[in-house]
C-alpha cells in the first residue's frame, strides 16, 4: 500500500514538472540522481586514471593540458582499452558504412514490397551520406572509449547548422556532467546535464532563453558562467515524447528558476551500457573486472623501476675514518675516491629484488589484463596462415564473448541512434516519415558482428557439402545447388543483382 502510494506521487509530481509549474521539483530530482551517482565517482576515477588518463572523463577539476600520467607506471590496460575500441568501432558501426538495413515488415503486401524496398534503400543511402560526412567515427569511437572504460556512455545527435555538410552532429558526453534515471521497463532515458555557459552560449544553444537576472551580462575581461541544468526526461502528459527544461542549479527552492523550455519527439541523448546489474543505473566495464590485477601490474612496473635505478647507480657503504667524506662523492666513470690506508673504502651492498621473479609476476597480470578486455581474442579473425575452419572457430568464439553485450547494444544505441537520425532528416524534408514499429518497417542490423551467426551457418553448410561431395555424384544430386547458392549470397550478405534472377514457380514447374 505504502510502495503504491509513493508511486502515486512521483506520478504526479511528474505531472507537475511536465506542465512547467514547478522546477523545485525537478531540482529536486536532479539532486538525488547526483546523489545516486556519488559512489560511483570514484570508481570512474581509478578506472580513467589507469586505463584511459589522457580523458579522464570522471574528474570535473582537470586542467586542459595537464599531466595525467604522473601515476601509470604500465601502458597494459590503456593499451587494451584502445585496441577494444577500435574492435567495437569495426564490428558494430564501421566507418565503411554498411551496418544498417531497412526492410519491408511483416505487414507489407507481397505487392508493395519491390516499391517499398526500393524508398528503404534509398533513404538507407541518404541517412548513410550524413553519417559519412558528419563527425559520427570520432565521436562514437570516443563514446566506445568511455563504454569499455566506465561501462556506461553517453551520446548526443542533434541538427547541425545549415553550413555543414551533414544535418548531423554528434558529441561523446562525459561521464562527470551527466546524471541518469532508470524507468521501471529498463530505460536510461531520463537525462541530467550540468552545464556551466555565459549567457551569449545560452542564447546560442537555447534561443528564446529567459530569465536572466542583471549581473549575468558578459563582462568583456571575465565573462560570467552560468551553472545550469539542461533536463531532458520523459513526457507523461502525453505516451511518447520528452520535455526539455533548463534551469539554474543555484536557485533555492521558492523560486522558478526556468530558462528554456520546449518538447523533444526524439530524445537527443544515447546512453547504453556495457552490461547491469540488477539494481543499479549505471553500467559495468571490463576495465572494472581488471582493475585490481591493472593497478597491481602498475605497482609492480613501478617497484621494478626502482629496483632497475638501485642496480644502476648501486647502494654502498663505506666506514667512517675520517679521510672519506660522503658527501663529496661523485659514482661517475673516471672519479677516484680517495680512502685511508688499512680502511676498507666503499663496499657495494647486494640488491634484495629478483627481476626474472617480477617478470613472471608481471607477465601473468598483463595475460589477464588482456584477457579481461578481449584483446587476445577480438583480433583479425583472417590472419595469414589461419585455415578456413580456424577463421569460422574465431568468429564463433567472437559472436559468444560480445553476444550479451551486443544485444544490449543494439536495445540501447544501435535503434535509439537510428531512430534518432531518421527524425532529424525528416525535420529537414529529406526523408519522408520511416515509422521503425517492425510492422511497416523493420531496422536490420547488418554490422560484421551481427553477420558472424550468419557466416558461422554457411561454413557449416559449406563443410556439410564437401562431405557429401566426397559421397559421389548421387548423394550431391540430392542438394538443391541453385537454392543453396542463393542461400550461400543472404549469408554472406552478397548484394541480389549479382545473382541471375530467379524464374517464376510457373516457368521453373514447366521446365
Not at 139 to 157: I, K, N, P, Y
Not at 177 to 197: W, Y
Not at 432 to 451: F, K, S, T, Y
Request: proline content about 6%; some cysteine.
Amino acid at each position: 500500500m505504502a510502495k503504491s502510494q509513493k508511486l502515486g506521487e512521483m506520478a504526479e509530481d511528474e505531472d507537475k514538472i511536465s506542465s512547467g509549474a514547478d522546477v523545485a521539483q525537478l531540482r529536486a530530482r536532479f539532486q538525488k540522481a547526483m546523489e545516486r551517482r556519488r559512489n560511483w565517482i570514484t570508481h570512474w576515477q581509478d578506472c580513467y586514471e589507469f586505463a584511459l588518463p589522457q580523458r579522464n572523463a570522471a574528474a570535473s577539476n582537470q586542467t586542459n593540458g595537464g599531466k595525467r600520467l604522473d601515476r601509470v607506471f604500465d601502458a597494459t590496460a590503456s593499451d587494451a582499452v584502445e585496441q577494444l575500441a577500435a574492435s567495437l568501432m569495426a564490428e558494430i558501426t564501421p566507418p565503411g558504412g554498411g551496418w544498417f538495413e531497412l526492410e519491408p515488415g511483416g505487414n507489407v503486401a507481397n505487392a508493395d514490397r519491390q516499391a517499398l524496398t526500393e524508398q528503404l534503400g534509398r533513404a538507407v543511402r541518404i541517412l548513410q551520406g550524413h553519417f559519412d560526412r558528419s563527425n559520427f567515427a570520432v565521436e562514437m569511437h570516443q563514446a566506445f572509449l568511455d563504454l569499455v572504460t566506465a561501462g556506461t556512455a553517453c551520446l548526443r545527435l542533434e541538427k547541425a547548422d545549415l553550413h555543414s555538410p551533414s544535418a548531423l552532429r554528434f558529441t561523446a558526453v562525459p561521464l562527470r556532467d551527466l546524471a541518469f534515471e532508470e524507468r521501471s521497463d529498463g530505460k536510461m532515458d531520463a537525462v541530467f546535464r550540468k552545464l556551466a555557459l555565459t549567457r551569449a552560449e545560452i542564447l546560442a544553444t537555447w534561443p528564446g532563453a529567459k530569465g536572466f537576472a542583471d549581473d549575468d551580462r558578459d563582462d568583456k575581461d571575465a565573462p560570467k558562467r552560468i551553472t545550469v541544468i539542461e533536463a531532458v526526461l520523459p513526457a507523461t502528459d502525453r505516451k511518447t515524447g520528452y520535455e526539455l527544461c533548463v534551469f539554474r542549479e543555484d536557485g533555492d527552492a521558492n523560486t522558478n528558476d526556468l530558462i528554456y523550455r520546449d518538447r523533444f519527439d526524439v530524445s537527443p541523448y544515447i546512453a547504453f551500457r556495457w552490461m547491469k546489474a540488477p539494481g543499479e543505473i549505471y553500467g559495468r566495464s571490463p576495465v572494472m573486472k581488471a582493475l585490481p590485477d591493472i593497478k597491481t601490474a602498475n605497482k609492480v612496473v613501478e617497484l621494478v623501476l626502482k629496483n632497475a635505478s638501485i642496480a644502476v647507480t648501486g647502494i654502498w657503504q663505506a666506514d667512517d675514518d675520517g679521510v672519506l667524506n660522503p658527501a663529496t662523492i661523485r659514482l661517475v666513470p673516471g672519479s677516484i675516491i680517495p680512502k685511508a690506508v688499512g680502511s676498507a673504502g666503499l663496499k657495494p651492498l647486494e640488491a634484495p629484488g629478483r627481476f626474472d621473479v617480477s617478470d613472471l609476476v608481471l607477465s601473468d597480470l598483463r595475460d589477464r589484463i588482456r584477457r579481461c578486455l578481449l584483446a587476445d581474442r577480438l583480433g583479425q579473425t583472417d590472419q595469414p596462415g589461419m585455415t578456413a575452419t580456424e577463421v569460422l572457430e574465431r568468429a564463433s568464439e567472437n559472436a559468444r564473448l560480445l553476444g550479451a553485450t551486443y544485444g544490449r547494444l543494439q536495445a540501447e544505441l544501435l535503434y535509439p541512434l537510428i531512430r534518432r537520425a531518421l527524425y532529424i532528416l525528416t525535420q529537414t524534408g529529406e526523408l519522408p516519415d520511416i515509422p521503425l514499429d517492425g510492422d511497416v518497417v523493420v531496422l536490420r542490423h547488418a554490422a560484421p558482428l551481427a553477420q558472424l551467426p550468419k557466416r558461422v551457418q554457411a561454413g557449416q553448410a559449406l563443410d556439410w557439402l564437401s562431405r557429401i561431395a566426397a559421397l559421389g555424384p548421387e548423394a550431391l544430386a540430392e542438394v538443391d545447388l541453385p537454392v543453396m547458392v542463393r542461400w550461400l549470397a543472404d549469408q554472406f550478405g552478397v548484394p541480389d543483382h549479382l545473382l541471375r534472377p530467379s524464374l517464376p514457380p510457373e516457368i521453373t514447374e514447366a521446365v
